[in-house]
């Protein structure tokens, strides 16, 4: 996938963190003005479980109980199609410290396939609860199940972005490994899972971009299970994006700017950048990203 394509997918992860972001459990909220004017018509929403308490396996569930996936389903992102034959699954990034607090227990735990290694309690609690609605009605269904039912011979792409990469990257597998063809563009990756799982991800030709920037510190963790002392392992194939000389990301301590996608973007095609911007004055849209605090510079 080129840059441009690249800053596009992207730019549909943040209008899908956008819209979600204004009362999370709103499980449909109204479509962000901007998926339209990109040509997608949206055609369902994607839920989850905010909270790991649900599944039972975090560290923070051990010590308080589980919780009821009801009171915690929230909305993490939304399906979308560009004509007949082209669709799209859009899943946001970590919204929220109660999300942080979850992604960072740290913990594996196998995979529900035999051959697919060990991965992040955290991520995998969350993918779990992970549920398509479809606008035509006859949901929630599973994410992977509701997705192999799109129409034959139309294409499927799964965006993320951060959690949402990881949450993304379980979806992938998901759908290659009961037959469902599709690409993936993920964007500022945590590790999500140990060389057995990775092997695994690798060895199943999925098609997928991953794209992080070298400043963005969320790809580079976990490391390690500190209980099981088993590594975390990146997935091979890691696009690195290299500082830019010419284009200014704020670092300001008090704006995580290094993992927002308004920077991620800007850094791939800053025409792309530019475009967006324009295309949120025009349609009214709020600047929920810090696009105008963290992206100083566009350099020409």
Known sequence: MDRVSAAQNALLVMYGFDMCAGVPSDLAPAPDARIAAAGFNLVGYLSAS??????????RSRMFGSSNDAMNRVCYGYVASRGPAEYIAVIRGTHGLLEW???????????????????????????????YHPLAGGGPFPAAQGLANLPPGASL?????????????YLKLDLALQGTPAKGCFFASPHTGSQGFVDCFENTNINYDLWNYVQDKVPTVP?????????????RQEKTIPVDGLLGVSIDGTLPCFHHLICYVALLDPATYKAALAAATRLQVQDDMNCARCVLSTGS
């Not at 905010?50 to 560290?59: C, E, H, P």
């Not at 995979?111 to 955290?122: F, I, K, R, Y």
């Not at 799964?158 to 990881?166: I, T």
């Open 101 to 131: 607090a979850d992604d960072l227990d740290f913990l594996m735990m196998r995979h529900p396939n035999p051959g697919a290694g060990l991965v992040d309690q955290g991520f995998w609690g969350i993918y779990q609860t992970l549920m």
């Open 157 to 169: 792409t799964v965006l993320g972005h951060s959690l949402g990469s990881a949450l993304a990257t």
């Open 223 to 235: 490391t390690i299970d500190p209980v099981h002392l088993s590594s975390y392992v990146p997935l």
């Open 50 to 59: 905010d909270a790991i308490l649900v599944t039972g396996l975090s560290l």
